[in-house]
Each structure stands twice: as structure tokens, then as C-alpha cells.
């Protein structure tokens, strides 16, 4: 191993152990990573931008911009109003409902464009219902991340595989994803009931208090509504076809973002820009350079025989290889750095005679996904969510949740190993 390889892991060790001590916001410690490696000539500037993946990033502000829009027309807390009223009130049933939700909207919008529209509204439920909002919230962020896994767009780190991988399209993710996720979903909502059900008793009196709200006036602005469902609608076909029309899914998601400001008018435009999360956005800009270090130096490709030596080029061996370590791995530290590394590890074994490599890809997709449930600090959306509880006045203990979400995690990748095991390797 020479000596840029030496710096380049121990710039990416640093970079990765201030990221998980949170003591510094963890886009200013990436960017700052990418730049030492600019600094030290690891890689040059031409080669850092190379490595930086804009599909991805595209992807990522479309959506946001388009979800910003809608968000402004109420309909959000009109779902979640809706689905409190339909579940008459009930809070085991109000809790199902916005698990639910959150599940199918995490699919389509992204896991932490969802949490950041479901808590607002669930604390404004559970302040009518008088229960604690952390059962709801745990359930939410689990719900979320579960969601995320079916498609291309539901979670970052599918984003930035199907990114990386041209043959992985929107349809291929639903295709090969949402029966699984269907299914841990389907076992969770009732160990959701088991677990909280005692935990967020109410009173006749306060739920009859659900059932009076009128959630007909949550819709500020219906003609706004019809053109973002419109677009949304629009945005979606464009994910399923954009392989056979020949276009990125960063060009569908931006086409559609700039469709609807189209429709809007230019008073939108500085509104949904200032709503678009810049600090993920860099986080990741950072992250794709730190990591553009360990491709450049070899480390990623040497990293790559180990495994393949290790499980002999075994499809079954190195697929549960990377579920496993992805999931356990997800869990303590956030998926987005772990998978940015794992990708170009993948990618190398297909260099090294790993014929089949789609059972490898899906399994990292789930295990860092499922993963990020393990702990607080797994995934993006639950920071997220711990966040805005902990400004309420109700914050998520770490150990708390974890005694919930570990088990739980635990079980959604068992379930993954079957799944991966039947479908790909019987």
C-alpha cells in the first residue's frame, strides 16, 4: 500500500469518525474531507468532480422541489387527518394508519421529505388525543425506512444505486423490492399494536374530538393541488419509462420540479429553491469525493479481492456477506457514507469474475436500508424525527428506541436472507 493509499484511509477514518460523533454538522465535516483529499493531490479537481454523482444529486433536488410545492396545498395534513377519522378516532388504529402512510409515502416521496411531513401533523393529533407522540414517531421512522426500500427514489441509498447502475430502473427496484417490503410491512403492523398498544390509551371524550375536525379546510389551495398532483402523477410515468426513453431519472425528477414552477409562477420559485435541502445536498457532493480517494488509491479494489477471497466468488456466501454488513453496519453508522463505499466494492468483484452481481446489489440496497432501523443514528430520517420530537418537548431516547428498532431490524433482514436466498440463489 503506498502513501497517497495510507492518507487516503486515514482522511476517510477521521472524516467517518467526526461524521458519527455528531459534534460537528456532518456536511461541513464531508466537504471538508473532499478537500483535504483535493489538498493532499490524492485527486485532482478535475478527477474529484468526475466522481461526484449528479444523477443523484439531481434526483434529489427535483423531488425535493416538487414536494416542497405540494406540501404548500395542506394535502399532507389532509391524509393524515383523513386517515385519523377513518381509524374513528382510534389511536391503535390512527397509529396504523399514519404507519401506513408513511410507508407508501416514503416509497414515493423519500423517507425524509415524509418524516418531515408526518411528525408536524402527528403531534397535532396526539395533542387532541392527549397521548404520547413517541410510539407514533418510533413507528413512523421504522415505517419509513421499510418504505423507502421499495423504489429507486424512496431512500437515498437507492438513489445512489440506481445511480451507479444503469440496468437498476425504476421498475426493476419495485419489481425486486416492494413484494419483500410488502411483506416486513405486513409483519410489523401487528408487533406495532403488540408493543404500543397500552402505551397510548385515550379517553372517549378526546377521541370524539378527532372525529369533529373538518379536514375539508386543510386544502389551501385546490387549483395548486391538481397541478402538482398533476406533475407528480407525470413525474412518476417519467421513473417507470425513462430507460426506454433514454433519460437519467435526475432529468425526469428536475423536468417535472421545473414543469411545475412553469405552472406556478416565478413567486414559487425562490420558495421552493430555499425549502430544497442544501445541506444534504453537500453532505453527499463531499461524500462522493472523500470516497473518490479510495477508488483512485486502489484501497476499494484491494478491499474487493479480500471479499472475494473470503467468500471464494460464492453468490450465496457474498450476497449474505453484504446483507449482513450492510444492515449491522447501517445501524451504528448513517447508510449514505457506508453505501457510497460499497459501491465501487461491488462494482470491482464484477471486475474480478463475480458473474452475476444483481442478488450483491439488492442485497446492499436492503441491508442498508432495513439497517437504518437498528438505532437513532441509522438513517437520515430518524435523526430527523428525533429532532423535531426533541423540540417538542418529547425526546427519543437512544436506548429506547433501540430496544424497539434493533429487534425489529433484526427481523426485516432474516426475512430479506430468505428472500434474497429464494428468489435469486435457489
Known sequence: MDHQAQIAIGIFLVIYAL???EKIHRTIVAMIGGLLVVAFGIVDQETAIHHIDFNTLG???GMMIIVSITAETGLFKFVAVWAAKKAKGNPVRILVALSLITAFGSAFLDNV?????MVPVTFSITRQLQVSP???LISQIIS????GTATLIGDPPNIMIGSAVKELTFAAFINNLTPIVILIMASYVPLFVLIFRKKIQTT???TQSIMSMDSSRLITDRKLLTK???VLGLTIIGFFLHQSLHLESATV???GAFLLLLLTGEHAMENALTKVEWTTIFFFVGLFVLVSGLVETKVISELAVKAVELTNGDPLATSMLILWMSAIASAFLDNIPFVATMIPLIQEMGNMGVTNLEPLWWSLALGACLGGNGTLIGASANLIAAGLSGKEGHPIKFVAYMKIGFPLMLLSVLMASVYIYLRYLM
Open 144 to 147: 419509513s425506512n421499510v418504505g
Open 19 to 21: 461524521i458519527i460523533s
Open 59 to 61: 434526483l434529489l433536488i
Open 113 to 117: 421529505t415524509t418524516i418531515l411531513l
Open 204 to 206: 372517549p371524550e378526546l
Open 228 to 230: 402538482s398532483l398533476s
Open 253 to 255: 425528477a428536475l423536468a
Open 134 to 136: 413517541i410510539p407514533f
